[in-house]
């Protein structure tokens, strides 16, 4: 496993309901900096997106800000990121966020990050990547969802191992360390399309 240089953070452009979400956020944000680990994310100076943004910023950590135009133009970007990178569309954001993360966050959020925990959890079970990838389950925020994964496990339409790939327990500096201990499974020959 190569080294942790970079966390790409999926998170709400909503700073939801309870300030726990809040407080994760920020604490994330914090400890990328104090590591001198570089924060990637999705631009937004919203929600806990804001949140982890400046905490990250105030703490002296790097950020990048990855926005397509079409939300930049509404004024969502973050004014205080310096490595804002403006692209065409969500599909092109996606991939560089994906490129220059050695590693992958998602704090709570709604169908945008799940749909990018999904997507970059699935390129990792097709090997298209090797880099870890995790949930920070903030309020157990995340217990209905990893409850369902299980499911999906028992029903044999993932494998164990793949399953196994999403790290999910405990808080931001035992998630951290696991991120920097975690190796891929390797890549299943024998994986029946209806499981991919």
């Known amino acids: 496993m190569p080294e942790i240089r970079s966390v790409c953070v999926y998170c709400g452009s909503s700073p939801g309901a309870a300030p726990e979400y809040a407080d994760a956020a920020r604490a994330v944000g914090r ?3 104090e590591r001198g680990l570089r924060l990637v994310y999705g631009g937004g100076q919203v929600g806990l997106m804001g949140v982890v943004a400046d905490a990250c910023i105030d703490a002296g950590g790097q950020v990048t800000g990855v926005i397509p135009d079409f939300l930049h133009r509404r004024e969502i970007a ?3 990121v310096p490595d804002m990178r403006i692209v065409s569309s969500m599909h092109e954001r996606k991939q560089i966020m994906a490129d220059e ?3 992958f966050l ?3 959020g709604g169908i945008g990050t799940m749909e990018e925990l999904f997507e970059v ?3 990792s079970q097709l090997g298209r990547h090797l880099k870890p990838v995790a949930v920070l389950n903030v309020k157990g925020y995340y217990d209905g ?3 369902f994964l299980d499911r999906m ?3 044999d339409f993932i494998k164990p191992h793949h ?3 999403l790290v999910s327990n405990g808080g931001f500096d035992e998630v951290l360390a696991k991120l920097q201990a975690w190796e891929h499974p390797g890549v299943i020959d024998s994986l029946r399309p209806e499981q991919v």
């Open 163 to 165: 399953r196994a790939m």
């Open 101 to 103: 993360a050695d590693a």
């Open 106 to 108: 998602a704090l709570p």
């Open 153 to 155: 496990a028992e029903e």
């Open 78 to 80: 973050h004014g205080r």
């Open 145 to 147: 969802l990893l409850a």
């Open 121 to 123: 959890w699935t390129w």
């Open 31 to 33: 400890g990328l900096a």
